[in-house]
């Protein structure tokens, strides 16, 4: 794929993620002090890295398990149907599910995400969200934890990329194209 050459300007330092993450955790932890059945769900690609560093800093025991969507890729036609591309291993019907995503933007994809997974009986499903872009929004999602609500930038690094580039910036970057594509 070719690309508008861009440089990433760092909007989000490692040090803040670190620090917001482990506060995040911190409330995750009381929040389901009582629940024998958390189940922990990322949505691949981009939440592999703050899922990792975020259930580090859960206290509780906790499954793992990955979901991935299909993306609406370059496109801007936001309200176009999301697919399951890969689904969960486990089962969830009557347990706590907490769901794991690097952005919301549009909020599109976690709504269908969620519309699906409630169709599996599970006893209740949050969200927590790494990044929200709130003067984005086209559908209404209740992230109950959100990292950082950002502007409406496009972002990069700790596991978000721009056509699978810069997924492994420590830091969140802000991409600013430097010429015409
Ligand atoms: P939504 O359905 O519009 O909320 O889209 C959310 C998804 O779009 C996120 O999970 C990301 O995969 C992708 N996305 C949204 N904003 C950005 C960005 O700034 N950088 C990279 N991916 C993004
Ligand atoms: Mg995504």
Redesign the pocket.
């Known amino acids: 794929m070719t690309q508008k050459p861009y440089v990433v300007e760092e909007l989000i330092s490692a040090k803040s993620i670190a620090a917001r993450v482990e506060a995040l955790a911190k409330e995750i932890s009381t929040h389901y002090a009582d629940s024998e059945k958390l189940v922990v769900v990322g ?1 691949l690609r ?1 939440s592999f890295i703050f899922i990792a560093d975020l259930v580090r800093e859960i206290n509780l025991p906790v499954e793992v398990d990955f979901l991935e969507a299909s ?1 609406y890729g370059s496109s801007t036609e ?1 309200s176009r149907e999301v697919r399951i591309l890969k689904d969960l291993r486990g089962e969830i019907a009557g347990r706590d599910v907490l769901v794991v ?10 709504k269908h995400v969620l519309e699906i997974l409630e169709t599996r009986h599970p006893r209740r499903i949050e969200i927590c969200a790494l990044l929200n ?1 709130p003067s984005r929004r086209e559908t209404e999602v209740n992230a109950k934890w959100v990292g950082f609500d950002i502007p409406d ?4 690094g700790y596991g ?3 056509a699978q580039r810069d997924r492994n910036l420590p830091h969140i970057g802000a991409v600013r194209f430097t010429a015409e594509g």
């Open positions: 949505l981009g993306s936001s995503e690097d952005i919301i933007d549009t909020g599109h994809t976690l872009k930038k496009f972002v990069v978000i990329d721009y």
